[in-house]
């Protein structure tokens, strides 16, 4: 079992703010992918990372995959309200999530 | 295409009950995986089925056991409830080998009194 440990936990900002996320493991993925969860839905999967080093872009979200492929960042420019919720990733190696960060984006 | 159906989308039972979760996986799909998730926290692997079989393991108990059908449909079965169990149930469905991401459901949300 691969853990993946996710920080903050918590994490509250004003609209308009810039915020990053991360996810980090001991182990190496052949790749990763993050999920946005709302309240009351599943996770949506926004992105997966396979290259190490690779960079994507999502509108106004960056996701980052480390060059070792053991860890992870999510980069929001210019947070709205409707990025609240928990953000998650997992390792595709076998699906395991970690704890997610609760992002909470104020008007 | 459609998406993961679950059903029920609500359950109450007693502790010690039986319960039965359905899951219609996404059209074209053949991998289905089961997670349950407290409030606050982050989903925990239950267990994965391809083929009919189950194919990977969370650390969950003997009493949670599963079932995928010829359709690639799924049941989650758990015995001898425990309040513990009260918590979100998602099922997730893939294509075995593929990287796009699981597409998930709803989940049923089951309280156990």
């Not at chain 1, 994507?56 to 860890?71: E, I, M, N, S, Y």
């Not at chain 1, 980069?75 to 595709?92: N, P, V």
Request: some cysteine; glycine content about 10%; charged content about 15%.
């Amino acid at each position: 079992t691969q853990l993946l440990e996710q920080s903050p936990q918590f994490l509250s900002i004003q609209e308009g703010e810039n915020l990053t996320v991360y996810c980090n493991s001991s182990s190496v993925f052949s790749s990763l992918q993050w999920y946005r969860q709302e309240p009351g839905e599943g996770p949506v999967l926004l992105v997966t990372v396979v290259t190490g080093g690779e960079v994507k872009k999502l509108k106004r979200l960056t996701f980052q995959f480390g060059d070792a492929r053991k860890d992870s960042s999510l980069h929001i420019t210019a947070a709205q309200t409707g990025d609240t919720g928990l953000y998650l990733c997992a390792g595709a190696n076998d699906m395991r999530f970690g704890a997610g960060t609760r992002l909470t984006v104020k008007p | 295409e459609t998406g993961v159906t679950q059903s029920p989308t609500h359950l109450i039972k007693t502790r010690g009950q039986q319960v039965t979760l359905r899951c219609s996986s996404q059209s074209g799909h053949n991998t289905v995986s089961w997670y349950q998730q407290a409030l606050g926290q982050g989903p925990q692997f239950i267990f994965q089925y391809y083929r009919e079989e189950e194919n990977g393991r969370g650390n969950f108990p003997p009493r949670f056991s599963g079932l995928q059908f010829p359709n690639y449909s799924s049941e989650l079965n758990v015995n001898a409830l425990e309040l513990d169990d009260s918590a979100l149930y998602l099922c997730a469905s893939t294509l075995w080998g593929m990287f796009g991401g699981y597409t998930f459901g709803s989940g049923t949300r089951l309280t156990v009194v």
